[in-house]
């Protein structure tokens, strides 16, 4: 018996179906998602507002449900990486299964647009950091061998001198604009 099957024949609350990714990212962006007001003091918006048609219209309705000091983690991917800039520059825009170019994706973000992003939905940026490409993701078996040991290192070298050309998604900690001014250990 699945989880869904589980919860609906034990409590009758959970009788109705489980929403899709889609219907509830419809509702967001329609600001009547059933969320409570001032709950939540952690969102994590991991790459999802590059699939939404109005990602501001999702943070604006997450920041409702928030708590005034809650931290929000947004991740979306660079669009300014160096291969989709390569890719420009021979006249290409491939439609790929994951990544900055994901068939998928509604939004293109740069760390630039990222921040006006968020703030656009009245948050703050406290901290943004950026990710590599996943080695472990491309190249399976190469895994701690002496090259990939060698590709690992130099890829943190580029993302520490150029990491808005080398960085594969930008990830940032942020808050209500309003939202008392805190030190963070992250």
């Known amino acids: 018996m699945s989880r869904r099957d589980t919860r609906t024949s034990q409590s009758p609350q959970y009788a109705a179906p489980i929403p899709t990714r889609e219907e509830i990212l419809r509702a967001l962006e329609k600001a009547d998602a059933p969320l409570p007001d001032a709950e939540y003091k952690l969102v994590v918006c991991g790459d999802i ?5 109005d990602p501001v219209a999702v943070l604006k309705r997450l920041r409702q449900a928030s708590a005034p000091d809650a931290y929000f983690i947004v991740s979306v991917p660079n669009i300014a990486h160096l291969a989709v800039r390569m ?18 994706h509604l939004q ?12 656009a939905a009245g948050l703050k ?19 701690g061998s002496a090259m990939y040991k060698v590709a690992s290192r130099t890829q943190h070298l580029a993302l520490n001198v150029a990491p808005r050309l080398f960085g594969f998604q930008w990830i940032m900690l942020c808050q209500g604009k309003d939202a008392p001014t805190e030190t963070l250990n992250v």
């Open 49 to 53: 507002l590059e699939h939404t048609p």
């Open 108 to 119: 293109f973000f740069t760390k630039d647009t990222a921040k006006d992003m968020v703030e």
């Open 87 to 104: 890719a420009l520059l021979f006249g290409k825009f491939p439609k790929m299964e994951r990544g900055p170019l994901d068939k998928t």
């Open 125 to 143: 940026v406290v901290r943004t950091v950026t990710t590599g490409v996943p080695l472990d993701e491309i190249w399976k078996k190469g895994e």
